[in-house]
């Protein structure tokens, strides 16, 4: 019996993922969160129809989750909301949800992009016209998080995986000059250079 071959890990290039967000916020911007927390927090897309399917996406359950917060969700996402898996890969274990500082100027820019119906829109409905490869947006995440210096340890807490299964997946999927140019991107209109000046003040 042959052992299968599983696919190979491919990336969005900044200029990919760039376009990829530029394109939501002009022409869907209430689905703006959905893409944003896929691409820089790693939380899987849903594939499913429904989000009262315990097996659709992690992110709808995540959204789900948020909402149940009673309109506090930036602040509890900041802090790691606690992502229930009821089933899938992680045996349904909690996961801390990565929350870098350009994905929160994305969630202080669209605040009511999290009150959208999400459950029947996923990555597919942009993948065609970028291009994008299979779950290239949890791909790129983790990437960028492992070649920008992040801690294997840290890295298998945030995305699920062993730290066997990310080093044999993610090392030299990215330059370090590339992931941190990564987690500039931010919002039309915002800056991270602000945001820290404002922090500091």
Request: positive net charge; aromatic residues 10%.
């Amino acid at each position: 019996r042959v052992a299968r071959q599983s696919a190979l890990i491919e990336v969005l290039t900044l200029d990919q993922a760039q376009a990829m967000l530029n394109w939501v916020e002009v022409n869907h911007p209430e689905f703006v969160l959905y893409f944003a927390i896929a691409l820089f927090a790693g939380v899987r897309a849903n594939k499913k129809g429904s989000a009262s399917d315990t097996r659709s996406g992690e992110i709808i359950r995540l959204f789900e989750a948020v909402k149940a917060n009673h309109g506090q969700w930036p602040a509890k996402l900041w802090n790691g909301i606690v992502l229930h898996i009821p089933s899938g890969k992680v045996r349904g274990a909690p996961r801390q949800v990565h929350t870098p500082e350009n994905l929160k100027l994305w969630l202080e820019a669209y605040p009511d992009s999290l009150e959208v119906p999400h459950r029947c829109w996923h990555t597919r409905n942009v993948a065609k016209p970028f291009s994008l490869p299979a779950n290239g947006l949890r791909h790129t995440a983790a990437s960028a998080f492992i070649s920008s210096g992040g801690d294997f340890g840290r890295a298998a807490v945030l995305f699920g995986n062993s730290e066997e299964v990310l080093k044999n997946r993610y090392i030299n999927l990215m330059t370090k000059e590339t992931a941190d140019r990564f987690w500039q991107i931010v919002p039309k209109g915002f800056s991270l250079a602000s945001k820290n000046k404002a922090a500091a003040a």
